[in-house]
């Protein structure tokens, strides 16, 4: 049975791909909206692929005017701390511009219900952790304002246009499908799990950024949550809206925090393997702590993680990443 049309912007990514293959198997029609700079055409049915950059309104409206459209759901975005501290304005046109376009091409087209790829970062540096939703916006990086002013463009449709969405605020995102066809693969990589496999598969040794934090062991500690978590609050949230609900923001995490070098520690557990390592001095902007309080998604809309636990979330990735590197290498 059919459940709707969804479109799915940044589908070809990470996180957008495992939710557009979660849409799809739940009954949802599913079009992918991407311009592949930086997502992965072998990452969605070419059937559902329109390859379109959300800066390009018009085309938006011509993709709208396909089929009535129930919702979209917004991934489309560049995602590098470091590189939006280097090219703002990179940042700045396509996250907050090209949401702009976005949300102009829905309200032209009629498209009323919107879920919004937010992140922990609007955050920056939190007074108090676990963190709710109402710690106040203080990004200390582009990236993170960058989602920030699209928050705050989004409070606006909705008052003025009637344009309902939900924003989730995704901790760190990591794990990959257990089928191991879906998984991370950015380029550069910059995130953690991934860069310890690097490590393995390479004998090149990984950077831990600073162990002179105030933390147990002195590393930094974070909230890593699967990314098919992350995929089914989505459509829990998509779900809300469409059944009427207000527009609303909510952290995505497990609520419970792994330093790096707890992190390591699972990854030679799950693959056997010891990572080399050498420790460096700490990342500019990172915070010594970040881990979500969650309790307000899974109490308004009955959310429960199923791969709460790193060792599960790290072997889904391993298991990724050894399928990955057999097809690099043939
Ligand atoms: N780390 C290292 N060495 C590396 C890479 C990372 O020690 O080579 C450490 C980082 O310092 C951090 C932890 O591993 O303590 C996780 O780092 P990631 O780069 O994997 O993730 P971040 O926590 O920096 O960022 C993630 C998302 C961002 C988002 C942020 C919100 O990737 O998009 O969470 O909190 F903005």
């Not at 511009?97 to 540096?125: D, I």
């Not at 390592?277 to 010594?288: A, L």
Request: contains cysteine; glycine residues 10%; aromatic residues 8%.
């Amino acid at each position: 049975m059919k459940r709707g049309s969804i479109l799915v912007t940044g589908g070809a990514g990470y996180i957008g791909s495992h939710t557009a293959h979660l849409l799809g198997e739940q009954g949802y029609e599913v079009t992918v909206v991407d311009n592949l700079s930086r997502g992965r055409r072998h990452n969605v049915d070419p059937q559902r692929l329109r390859v379109v950059d959300i800066a390009d309104t018009d085309g938006l409206c011509r993709i709208f005017a396909e089929r009535p459209f129930e919702a979209v759901i917004h991934f489309a975005a560049y995602i590098s701390v470091g590189e939006s501290m280097h090219v703002p304005e990179l940042y700045f046109t396509n996250n907050v511009s090209g949401s702009l376009s976005l949300l102009t091409a829905m309200v032209r087209s009629g498209v009323r219900h919107l879920v919004f790829s937010s992140t922990a970062a609007v955050y920056g540096m939190p007074a108090a952790v676990p963190i709710k939703e109402e710690a106040p916006y203080a990004p200390v990086n582009v990236y993170g304002e960058s989602k920030v002013m699209v928050e705050k463009l989004l409070h606006w449709f909705d008052l003025v246009h009637g344009l309902r969405s939900i924003c989730l605020r995704y901790f760190n995102a990591s794990g990959a499908d257990p089928e191991g066809k879906l998984g991370e693969e950015h380029e550069p990589e910059t995130h953690l799990i991934p860069l310890l496999f690097q490590a393995i598969l390479t004998g090149q040794p990984v950077t831990i950024f600073g162990e002179d934090y105030a933390t147990p062991d002195g590393t930094c500690i974070r909230d890593y949550v699967h990314v098919n978590d992350l995929a089914e609050a989505h459509i829990l949230a998509l779900e809300w809206l469409m059944g009427g609900g207000a527009s609303d923001a909510f952290n995505v995490g497990n609520g419970s925090g792994y330093s790096v070098r707890e992190v390591v520690r699972a990854v030679e557990e799950v693959t056997g393997k010891k990572v080399p390592y050498v420790v460096g001095p700490r990342r500019e902007g990172d915070p010594p702590k970040l881990v979500a309080d969650s309790t307000k998604l899974r109490r308004a809309l009955q959310w429960t993680p199923r791969h709460s636990d790193l060792r599960d979330i790290v072997s889904s990735a391993w298991n990724f990443e050894k399928k990955r590197s057999v097809q690099q290498a043939s």
